[in-house]
T-cell receptor
Framework: DGGITQSPKYLFRKEGQNVTLSCEQNLNHDAMYWYRQDPGQGLRLIYYSQIVNDFQKGDIAEGYSVSREKKESFPLTVTSAQKNPTAFYLC????????????FGNGTRLTVT | DAKTTQPNSMESNEEEPVHLPCNHSTISGTDYIHWYRQLPSQGPEYVIHGLTSNVNNRMASLAIAEDRKSSTLILHRATLRDAAVYYCILRDSGGTSYGKLTFGQGTILTVHP
């Protein structure tokens, strides 16, 4: 079955460490996205990529970095510069057209202590 | 970015219809109206989308006002599995920002047995 895989489901890190969240899709989608969700809140866009080797900052990109070397992969690195990294991180993908829906993974819950 | 406004919460009884409203008074002509829903600790799930005409699919119906400044997601017979947070969002189909998708707070739907 086609879909988006985020791993791991739960991740624990010590403060000051960088951590990379994985996102893989086999839907042949050009566009991929990273969102952050805090308890009781909506989703906030971190980064998005419309094509391989290209990506744009979203609304809350500070303290995060991404790469898009392959169409099917869009890893997100949470750096030590991110002040409040503990959150639920969601990856999504879509075709590039505005009328195409987003397909989401089941998220990675990151806890930094 | 065009914004949407939704009620914070709504309640329904099982097997009754549910009408979830969304206001988007600053919608542009190239914006598609998308609806997603999210269960706790899961990624959002696509429900339906439309541009100008009303839309139906197996999950729901989408009624779009003639001036496109508002829309309503209709669940014809609510079930307990429909209890979720529902997000109404606008997706630009043109320009340079068509990849950027901004989520609001959403509507928490409670379904009573």
């Amino acid at each position: 079955d086609g879909g988006i895989t985020q791993s791991p489901k739960y991740l624990f890190r010590k403060e000051g460490q960088n951590v990379t969240l994985s996102c893989e899709q086999n839907l042949n989608h050009d566009a991929m996205y990273w969102y952050r969700q805090d308890p009781g809140q909506g989703l906030r866009l971190i980064y998005y990529s419309q094509i391989v080797n290209d990506f744009q900052k979203g609304d809350i990109a500070e303290g995060y970095s991404v790469s898009r070397e392959k169409k099917e992969s869009f890893p997100l690195t949470v750096t030590s510069a991110q002040k409040n990294p503990t959150a639920f991180y969601l990856c999504a993908s879509s075709l590039r057209h505005g009328n195409s829906p987003l397909h989401f993974g089941n998220g990675t819950r990151l806890t930094v202590t | 970015d065009a914004k949407t406004t939704q009620p914070n919460s709504m309640e329904s009884n099982e097997e009754e219809p549910v009408h979830l409203p969304c206001n988007h008074s600053t919608i542009s002509g190239t914006d598609y109206i998308h609806w997603y829903r999210q269960l706790p600790s899961q990624g959002p799930e696509y429900v339906i989308h439309g541009l100008t005409s009303n839309v139906n699919n197996r999950m729901a119906s989408l009624a779009i006002a003639e001036d496109r400044k508002s829309s309503t997601l209709i669940l014809h017979r609510a079930t307990l599995r429909d209890a979720a947070v529902y997000y109404c969002i606008l997706r630009d189909s043109g320009g340079t920002s068509y990849g950027k998708l901004t989520f609001g707070q959403g509507t928490i739907l409670t379904v009573h047995p």
